[in-house]
């Protein structure tokens, strides 16, 4: 696939600015972006539109599950653990412990982690219910600050 197929779209949220990413068929990546990034933004699609609508009514509390057709490609660990994550209800947690089990490696909590960092699709991929076996939030590709904002708007 080469930038000529893809499409992406700069969006805003209360959270912050980000790229959208999709082919005409898949939405591919979500990734946090500087108000000021001149990154060039090759075209919109109706995916993208859709994709926007529903981060929107994400974030303002009006969706709690995603609608839109994903694709994501990682390793086989990664796969795994994003399709877990991908499980979790909206207003609920898992521990990486508990990804790390449910994947049947349960002393891979650590890789878990680090899976969640790769995460292409934060929101729809909602890394950030994944928590420390402690009750601490852990850490997030966008900073702890967001995920903790997350957790927060989540809780019902």
Not at 1 to 19: A, I, Q
Not at 68 to 93: D, M, N
Not at 96 to 121: D, F, H, M, T
């Amino acid at each position: 696939m080469t930038n000529s197929d893809l499409f992406s779209k700069k969006v805003s949220f209360p959270v912050g600015s980000f790229l959208l990413v999709s082919s005409i068929a898949h939405l591919k990546s979500i990734s946090l972006i500087n108000e000021n990034d001149n990154r060039e933004v090759f075209r919109t699609c109706p995916l993208l539109e859709k994709a926007e609508e529903q981060l929107h009514e994400y974030f303002s509390r009006q969706r709690q599950n995603f609608t839109l057709p994903i694709e994501f490609h990682g390793s086989e660990f990664q796969e795994k653990v994003w399709k877990a994550v991908q499980e979790i209800p909206y207003g609920h947690t898992k521990t990486y412990q508990e990804i790390a089990q449910i994947i049947g490696n349960e002393k891979a909590s650590r890789a878990v982690g680090l899976a969640l960092n790769k995460n292409p699709l934060p929101f729809i991929i909602p890394c950030h219910r994944v928590i420390l076996k402690s009750g601490i939030s852990g850490g997030y590709a966008f900073g702890n600050r967001l995920k903790q904002l997350l957790l927060e708007q989540e809780s019902l």
